[in-house]
């Protein structure tokens, strides 16, 4: 079997028992609420019967097993976790209908968190305990203190009100508005993620820089961009690639908060609205569509580690 071949077997190996480990987390997410959740939905001055008539429809009088039974064979077979207790549709339909904006986001924030941090780092190894060095080191840790949410409405003060280069919130219709709206947001969310992402990039690149290799290239007169970006950019940039995977779960929850600092009408605005409106079914949609979202952002992101490091592909 070809190596690429082996690493998806290996991998799919891997996912299928943390996706049914998702499924299952989020069957219970309704479940382990404190209390009769029917009773929670309709509230105190519900009569018996509308809350027993709720009960029927979620399901919530059978035993427990076979609502795992029930609720595994909607998600397998349907891809969602019931109709929506306040639009009547199913969880899938408005899921899908929200969650290519909110896609969009993280792929562009994980673009702007991968070109910043690799600037950064760059400049602060070539420059080691400089100035450079110092304010890389420093600058994005402070930003890494601010809450997400407090960093989107400082962007939105410069660069949308002040210096008007980008729409406050919304998503635009003209040619490349949709973009443009969504620039401050993936800023917003990148931020926290780069001060990590650049101290292990530095880290490693300075271990790099002085490896035998390195020596040899410049002696055999290659250009210094060429060596930087083509040989210790790519020997350095692994463990980063790792911890970005890792931090996925981050990226995503942040998504989903900057969505409403921005008015953005994604999975974020879905999910805060179904908490307000106690719409369970779209509550634990939302949850499973974010989990399964950070297997596969992870697995792309092994993925291009597995094509990078040469070692990694011997193993499989």
């Given at each position: 079997?070809?190596?690429?071949?082996?690493?998806?077997?290996?991998?799919?190996?891997?996912?299928?028992?943390?996706?049914?480990?998702?499924?299952?987390?989020?069957?219970?997410?309704?479940?382990?609420?404190?209390?009769d959740?029917?009773?929670?939905?309709?509230?105190?001055?519900?009569?018996?019967?509308?809350?027993a008539?709720?009960?029927?429809?979620?399901?919530?009088?059978?035993?427990?097993?076979?609502?795992?039974?029930?609720?595994?064979?909607?998600?397998?077979?349907?891809?969602?976790?019931?109709?929506?207790?306040?639009?009547?549709?199913?969880?899938r339909?408005?899921?899908?209908?929200?969650?290519?904006?909110?896609?969009?986001?993280?792929?562009?924030?994980?673009?702007?968190?991968?070109?910043?941090?690799?600037?950064?780092?760059?400049?602060?190894?070539?420059?080691?305990?400089?100035?450079i060095?110092?304010?890389?080191?420093?600058?994005?840790?402070?930003?890494?203190?601010?809450?997400?949410?407090?960093?989107g409405?400082?962007?939105?003060?410069?660069?949308?009100?002040?210096?008007?280069?980008?729409?406050?919130?919304?998503?635009?219709?003209?040619?490349?508005?949709?973009?443009?709206?969504?620039?401050?947001?993936?800023l917003?969310?990148?931020?926290?993620?780069?001060?990590?992402?650049?101290?292990?990039l530095?880290?490693?690149?300075?271990?790099?820089?002085?490896?035998?290799?390195?020596?040899?290239?410049?002696?055999?007169g290659?250009?210094?961009?060429?060596?930087?970006?083509?040989?210790?950019?790519?020997?350095?940039?692994?463990?980063?690639?790792?911890?970005?995977?890792?931090?996925?779960?981050?990226?995503?929850?942040?998504?989903?908060?900057v969505?409403?600092?921005?008015?953005?009408?994604g999975?974020?605005?879905?999910?805060?609205?179904?908490?307000?409106?106690?719409?369970?079914?779209?509550?634990?949609?939302?949850?499973?569509?974010c989990?399964?979202?950070?297997?596969l952002?992870?697995?792309?992101?092994?993925?291009?580690?597995?094509?990078?490091?040469?070692?990694?592909?011997?193993?499989?």
């Amino acid at each position: 079997m070809r190596p690429p071949l082996r690493w998806l077997r290996r991998t799919l190996f891997a996912v299928v028992p943390v996706v049914i480990g998702v499924v299952v987390a989020v069957f219970f997410l309704l479940r382990l609420v404190p209390g009769d959740p029917a009773r929670m939905i309709l509230g105190e001055r519900a009569t018996p019967e509308s809350v027993a008539a709720l009960r029927e429809q979620l399901g919530l009088n059978k035993p427990l097993l076979q609502q795992l039974v029930d609720f595994a064979g909607t998600v397998f077979l349907h891809g969602d976790t019931g109709n929506s207790l306040i639009y009547n549709v199913s969880t899938r339909e408005l899921i899908v209908q929200r969650a290519p904006i909110s896609l969009a986001l993280v792929g562009l924030a994980v673009l702007f968190s991968l070109l910043i941090a690799v600037t950064l780092a760059v400049l602060a190894a070539r420059h080691k305990d400089g100035i450079i060095d110092h304010v890389v080191r420093v600058i994005p840790t402070i930003g890494q203190g601010m809450p997400t949410f407090w960093i989107g409405l400082l962007l939105i003060i410069l660069f949308a009100v002040t210096l008007k280069w980008f729409p406050v919130g919304g998503i635009g219709t003209g040619p490349l508005e949709p973009l443009r709206s969504l620039v401050l947001p993936a800023l917003a969310v990148s931020l926290g993620l780069i001060p990590p992402l650049v101290r292990s990039l530095r880290s490693e690149l300075l271990e790099v820089f002085s490896s035998d290799f390195v020596t040899t290239l410049r002696a055999a007169g290659i250009p210094e961009r060429r060596v930087v970006f083509g040989h210790i950019l790519r020997n350095a940039s692994l463990p980063t690639l790792t911890l970005l995977s890792v931090s996925v779960s981050y990226l995503i929850g942040g998504t989903l908060v900057v969505e409403q600092v921005f008015g953005i009408n994604g999975l974020g605005s879905l999910l805060f609205g179904a908490i307000s409106n106690r719409d369970f079914p779209v509550v634990q949609g939302v949850a499973l569509y974010c989990a399964l979202m950070v297997v596969l952002v992870s697995l792309v992101l092994d993925g291009l580690v597995w094509l990078l490091d040469p070692r990694t592909r011997s193993a499989s």
